[in-house]
């Protein structure tokens, strides 16, 4: 049945281009990112870094401020792009191998004429499918000479930095394009995922800048279920010194158990140099000094990225290509800067659900707007499409965001929608969970421990005061307990909290196969 509709979508649109009426088809670049908070990018209103390029789309374009993933982690995000479909649906809720036979936006872009290319960060286990070029980073990548598989063999790119590869390959893929076709082209960094290792000039630019604290760091919990206190992701507590940076004692043997050991183990004293002296730092010190590094590294890694941005907007321009197209920036996931106490991401929290959705479509989309209506990355495939003229297939679960995007909130768009983490244990201890976030409140529950938390947006933008179980808090809990069922009986989650794992031998590091 899957197929046969395929198959339908392609004979109607193929149609249409046969009689003229997809002429005007403009070329997408769709930049995306791995784990860049909302909260990094200038344009959002940060406190901690500036990102001219970046500012530069969101002047010229939109930026939505309220974007948000379903599953907030990295290859469940990545299918629900390709598919336009939740993770308990297109087969991805954990780092499950993505079954690239099924539908995909890719394929049915490719079908109707566009160019389609993948650069970049895949992490999905399996080749690509519905791309004309794919140039991927196995697994994770490495952000020093990094290597890339292809559908011919691979490349290993001796002495350069992985924010650049990506950079040159995707203008190379531009410039090299047919020019007789509207092309298709996911950039994906690897940047600034773990371990957040920036290139040379960034590194020393931000060693000496202090950044700074946000307001929960030292986040007591107090209200908040068992799950965010035994989490496994505290910047204080779980760090490594590989994370840090730190140099091995020089007796130490690379590559040796006790090598290994040391580098993934967290540091309890840590020894600086601070004005040619020898300096021990411990206890509140050393908390402080992990803040300050953590975040040095990760902003200089977005560094780059927005220079890279800048790069990809030159080169349409050189090209003369800058008005016939759509350019979309964003990231697979948010990610904590200390919020709580924590790094990483997971958490049905603010901070790590929103992503930064930045879209600059000259003559379509007027300059300097903000939008605030929620979206959800569910929704970027059937954006692609009709941004393109093409028929979104009725089994894909989100909604275009073109409308929005010329200005038209249609009344009936979404007031809430739903959130589901599979991945337990998994790294960082995160307890599973599910939930429902409508325009002021959310209600979360993790169901293997019971517990549950709602939060007041509103009066409580933070979410420090659980309110749950609190009294005059009934009716709201009732009526959010209502919109969590019936979210999930539209969107056929009907597995009453499977214990879904991933297959034996499947992580976060899993490889690509390479091309046979």
Same mark, same amino acid.
């Given at each position: ?5 395929? &198959? ?242 020089s007796d130490l043997v690379r590559g040796t158990p006790a090598y290994q050991q040391w580098l ?30 953590y975040m040095q590294d990760y902003l200089a890694c977005v560094q780059s990225v927005d220079d ?46 929103r992503v930064p959705f930045i879209v600059r479509w000259p003559g379509a989309v007027a300059a ?48 809430? &929608? ?99």
């Amino acid at each position: 049945m899957k197929c046969l509709h395929f &198959f339908r979508i392609w004979a109607v649109v193929a149609a249409m281009v046969a009689a003229g009426s997809l002429e005007a088809r403009p070329n997408i670049i769709f930049i995306m990112t791995d784990d860049h908070a909302a909260n990094a990018i200038s344009a959002y209103g940060s406190k901690v870094n500036v990102t001219p390029h970046l500012d530069r789309m969101a002047r010229e374009g939109m930026m939505f401020e309220n974007c948000f993933v379903t599953n907030s982690i990295c290859a469940p995000s990545r299918a629900t792009l390709l598919t336009g479909k939740y993770s308990h649906l297109n087969g991805t809720p954990v780092f499950n191998v993505f079954d690239g036979s099924q539908p995909t936006v890719a394929k049915l872009m490719q079908s109707t004429g566009y160019y389609t290319g993948m650069i970049g960060k895949w992490h999905l286990g399996s080749n690509p499918t519905g791309f004309d070029v794919w140039n991927i980073l196995p697994g994770q990548g490495a952000y020093n000479d990094p290597v890339f598989y292809t559908a011919t063999g691979e490349k290993k790119y001796d002495g350069q930095y992985v924010t650049h590869v990506v950079t040159g390959l995707a203008e190379d893929f531009i410039k090299s394009r047919p020019k007789d076709q509207p092309f298709l082209l996911f950039c994906h960094h690897k940047a600034p995922h773990r371990n957040w290792t920036p290139e040379s000039k960034y590194d020393r630019e931000f060693r000496n800048r202090t950044i700074p604290e946000p307001a929960t760091l030292r986040d007591d919990y107090a209200t908040r279920t068992d799950a965010l206190k035994e989490n496994r992701q505290k910047v204080f507590d779980h760090l490594t010194r590989s994370d840090l940076k730190l140099a091995p004692p020089s007796d130490l043997v690379r590559g040796t158990p006790a090598y290994q050991q040391w580098l993934h183990s967290v540091p309890r004293e840590v020894t600086i140099e601070q004005d040619g002296q020898a300096l021990t730092l411990t206890g509140a010190a050393l908390d402080a000094w992990k803040y300050q590094r953590y975040m040095q590294d990760y902003l200089a890694c977005v560094q780059s990225v927005d220079d890279s941005v800048g790069r990809l907007l030159d080169v349409l321009q050189e090209e003369k290509i800058d008005d016939e197209t759509l350019v979309i920036y964003t990231s697979d996931n948010g990610f904590f800067l200390g919020e709580h106490g924590l790094y990483d991401k997971r958490f049905m929290y603010e901070e790590t659900i929103r992503v930064p959705f930045i879209v600059r479509w000259p003559g379509a989309v007027a300059a300097g707007q903000r939008e605030r209506a929620l979206a959800i990355n569910v929704d970027f495939a059937p954006t692609f499409l009709e941004a393109a003229g093409q028929p979104v297939p009725a089994d894909m679960q989100g909604r275009s965001l073109v409308p929005l995007l010329h200005g038209r909130k249609p009344a009936d768009w979404r007031t809430s &929608f739903y959130y589901r983490y599979y991945h337990d244990p998994g790294d960082h201890n995160t307890a599973r969970h599910l939930g429902v976030r409508t325009e002021r409140h959310k209600l979360i529950h993790f169901w293997k421990k019971d517990q549950w938390e709602l939060f007041d947006l509103a009066s409580d933008p933070h979410e420090l005061r659980n309110l749950y179980g609190q009294p005059g808090t009934e009716g709201l809990t009732a009526s959010l307990k209502e919109e969590l069922s019936r979210l999930r009986r539209e969107l056929k989650d009907d597995d009453q909290f499977a214990e879904t794992q991933p297959p034996a031998g499947v992580d976060g590091s899993v490889q690509q196969l390479r091309a046979r």
